[in-house]
Structure formats: structure tokens, C-alpha cells
């Protein structure tokens, strides 16, 4: 088992820039491949970026294409999520997620472990 607590969320101007981090603790955190999710008020959580094992392969839903960044530091058991270039829609709870297989990072469904979230807003 693991377990994943997030941190770095915060208040910024639209158009900045904020760094989320989850701090992993338990089983190898190098076995799991990991995914940062996001859910508005009223909506389902969805997928915003994941990251493979080794990092060496990484997945990014449309929204955030070419503004997000993840990564991870397998030594220091941390997968972050760099976020530039924020919009007032990029304001909500980001979830950080651990999943133990190999088959794609987008499913909701597919994660074994979950953190409790952690906020960001980007006022205009």
C-alpha cells in the first residue's frame, strides 16, 4: 500500500505559475506508475497528467498540453506537476493517484491509491 499526500497548491494570478508536489510514503514508490487528476465543483475528476515508473514516458490530457508539466523523483519517493501559464478554469482541487499497472494513464478507474487533493486557484 501507499500513501500520497499533496501539497503546493495556492493562490495565483491567471497566467502565472504554481508547482504541486505528492509526497509518497509505503510500498516501492519506483513500482507504481502515477497520474495528477483534477475535479470542479460539480464534475467528474478527470485526468490532467501521468508519468510511467521510470518517467521515461509521460501523458497530458488537451487542457494542459504544452502548460503542464509532470515529473517525478523516484529517490525522493515525489511526483510533481508543474503548472505555467494558469487559467481562472485551471482553478480546482488536484488530485494526486498511484496505479500498479501498465495500461494507460487516463482512466479514473484504473488507480489503486488516491490522496485527499489540494487547492489552487488562478484569479483573473
Known amino acids: 500500500q501507499v500513501q500520497l499526500v499533496e501539497s503546493g497548491g495556492g493562490l495565483v494570478q491567471a497566467g502565472g505559475s504554481l508547482r504541486l508536489s505528492c509526497a509518497a510514503s509505503?510500498?516501492?514508490?519506483?513500482?507504481?506508475?502515477m497520474g495528477w487528476f483534477r475535479q470542479a465543483p460539480g464534475a467528474e475528476r478527470e485526468f490532467v497528467a501521468g508519468?510511467?515508473?521510470?518517467?521515461?514516458?509521460?501523458s497530458y490530457a488537451d487542457a494542459v498540453e504544452g502548460r503542464f508539466t509532470i515529473f517525478r523523483d523516484n529517490a525522493k519517493t515525489t511526483v510533481n506537476l508543474q503548472m505555467n501559464r494558469l487559467k481562472t478554469h485551471d482553478t480546482v482541487v488536484y488530485y494526486c493517484?498511484?496505479?500498479?499497472?501498465?495500461?494507460?494513464?487516463?482512466?479514473?478507474?484504473?488507480?489503486?491509491?488516491w490522496g485527499h487533493g489540494t487547492q489552487d486557484a488562478a484569479s483573473s
Open positions: 509505503g510500498r516501492t514508490f519506483s513500482s507504481y506508475n
Open positions: 508519468i510511467s515508473r521510470s518517467g521515461d514516458i509521460t
Open positions: 493517484a498511484a496505479k500498479n499497472t501498465a495500461d494507460g494513464f487516463v482512466l479514473r478507474s484504473g488507480y489503486d491509491y
